[in-house]
């Protein structure tokens, strides 16, 4: 019963991580803010260790099954 509770924030923590980061490097690549009004090395940077937790949890959340 809670493997399925794991596999389930597992995969929602992994797509977010995953979205967020490609959609941080696409800003990035095509020279665009990442957050309109803020600093744009503090807003890449924040937003990069991010998608880096959220997938870390992901990992974690597979690992308890």
């Known amino acids: ?3 399925g509770s794991a596999i ?3 995969v929602v923590f992994a797509l ?3 979205g967020l ?3 941080t490097a696409t800003r990035l690549r ?3 803010p990442v957050a309109l009004g803020v600093n ?3 807003s890449a ?3 990069t260790l991010a998608s880096v937790a959220s997938l870390a949890l992901g990992a ?6």
């Open 1 to 3: 019963m809670e493997s």
């Open 8 to 10: 389930f924030a597992g």
């Open 40 to 42: 744009p090395v503090a």
């Open 60 to 65: 974690w959340c597979f690992t308890r099954l």
């Open 21 to 23: 980061l490609v959609w």
């Open 16 to 18: 977010f991580g995953g």
């Open 30 to 32: 095509h020279r665009e």
């Open 45 to 47: 940077t924040l937003a």
